[in-house]
């Protein structure tokens, strides 16, 4: 089995995850880091036992023992930077949303194209027993002609960084682009994109909020400037169509999770609760009809991952993003196209926010014309002023 050696670029609170992920998957060795703040970056590295470290990325670009490496910052920082890695030539991992805005998402895409690399989006709830039954369900048509689905994510209270957990740059639009769509959206969304195929899409309206109140303190901290809550609707061709409402604070119960519906039955994700020694029982709703009576199933898939490992050595390949980014690199399995799923991904997020905006439905051919760059073009740091190029970089 190939070794995987990886470089990480930032090493905030996701970058603590993915450590964790990869140290779960055999033969992968962590190299290098990098983050500009060289106390944090000191104490990741201890922690993790990472022997190269660095507050400058660009250094860290310039090693060759490099199998890919994995861009762990603010959304705003994604295209700069994950650009400057595959001008590298390196391959890419990015966190999600692949960027701040469409425009900076599809100049990503771009790139992979350009300099010939890979490019994987960290989507992870396209992954895992769930995930796995359900494209079962949909490919062998147990659901006949789907027509729509419900994207949904719900917390009652969980503004990041002014409701408690996260840094304060996640509710600023100048580092993250937007809020609760962004944040928990994408997950959702990209998850029934894969379901369906990642449809085109013709045409989306929405619109976001931020209506309650949140501690003053914490709000000029942050500069909070972000929705609290999305909702939209999305046509596709094909007479398909998405309803989507995501929210990180409302006045409100719990949202059902999301859900596909056809002509010959339907399904809806649930929670995973915890069980005493780790996950509980994980059940997918399948909806059908017998002999004419509305039907339920509740299909057991607790054990799938342990069975299916054992006939297919791949699987383990399919239970995370991470994973999968790992068998992809060792050319183990084909990967499954987080690109093309995360710009659709971002393209519906863009059609709302310029639906909001405008304040009326957008089609989706608008969207590359009215979609602007945020990237963030400079930061200062210690050792001076990174610049990073306007499009196109190369
Ligand atoms: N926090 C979460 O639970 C979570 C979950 C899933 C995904 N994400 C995604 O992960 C990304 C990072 O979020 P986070 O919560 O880890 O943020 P964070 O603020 O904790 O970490 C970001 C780090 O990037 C560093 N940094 C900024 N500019 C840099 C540069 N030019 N070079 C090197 N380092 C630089 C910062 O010093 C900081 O340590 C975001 O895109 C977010 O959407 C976060």
Redesign the pocket.
């Known amino acids: 089995m190939k070794t995987i050696r990886i470089g990480l670029?930032?090493?905030?609170?996701?970058?603590?995850?993915h450590v964790a992920n990869y140290r779960k998957i055999p033969g992968v060795e962590l190299v290098a880091a990098?983050?500009?703040?060289r106390s944090?970056?000191e104490t990741f590295c201890d922690q993790y036992s990472i022997p190269v470290r660095t507050?400058?990325?660009r250094q860290l670009l310039e090693r060759d023992d490099l199998d890919a490496v994995d861009v762990?910052?603010?959304?705003n920082?994604?295209a700069p930077?994950s650009n400057a890695v595959m001008a590298a030539g390196k391959n890419c991992y990015c966190?999600?949303?692949m960027a701040g805005s469409y425009k900076d998402a599809v100049a990503m895409k771009k790139a992979a194209e350009h300099f010939g690399v890979k490019l994987h989006i960290?989507l992870?709830m396209m992954y895992g027993p769930q995930v796995n039954a359900a494209k079962k369900l949909v490919e062998r048509n147990r659901l006949g002609k789907l027509y729509h689905a419900r994207s949904y994510g719900y917390r009652r209270r969980g503004r990041?960084y002014v409701d408690g957990?996260?840094?304060?740059?996640?509710n600023a639009s100048y580092?993250?682009g937007h809020g609760a769509l962004?944040?928990m959206g994408v997950y959702h969304i990209s998850q029934l994109l894969y379901l369906m195929d990642t449809p085109p899409v013709k045409r989306i309206s929405g619109s976001i909020y931020q209506e309650l109140a949140m501690d003053e303190g914490r709000r000029k901290t942050s500069g909070f400037d972000v929705e609290e809550l999305g909702v939209g609707l999305v046509h596709f061709e094909d007479d398909l169509t998405l309803d989507i409402l995501e929210s990180w604070a409302i006045h409100g119960g719990p949202f059902p999770m999301s859900s596909l519906h056809g002509s010959e039955g339907g399904l809806q994700f649930t929670e995973s609760p915890a069980g005493p020694k780790g996950p509980g029982k994980q059940v997918l709703r399948y909806f059908s009809e017998i002999e004419g009576y509305p039907a339920e199933s509740l299909l057991d898939v607790s054990a799938e991952a342990y069975r299916q490992s054992k006939i297919d050595p791949n699987h383990g390949y399919y239970q995370d993003s991470q994973a999968h980014w790992i068998g992809v690199l060792r050319g183990a399995i084909e990967p499954i196209d987080t690109p093309k799923i995360a710009l659709q991904t971002m393209l519906i997020s863009e059609g709302i926010f310029l639906s909001e905006q405008l304040k009326r439905e957008i089609t989706a051919d608008e969207i590359p014309e009215l979609s602007q760059s945020i990237a963030?073009r400079q930061?200062e740091?210690d050792f001076g002023t990174?610049d990073y190029p306007p499009y196109p970089f190369y």
């Not at 762990?72 to 959304?75: F, S």
């Not at 957990?165 to 996640?170: L, Q, R, S, T, V």
């Open positions: 670029i930032g090493t905030g609170i996701i970058a603590h995850q990098c983050d500009l703040d944090k970056l507050t400058d990325y762990c910052l603010h959304n920082l994604h930077i966190e999600k949303p960290q992870n990041p957990y996260a840094e304060k740059e996640f580092w993250a962004y944040d963030v930061q740091t990174l």
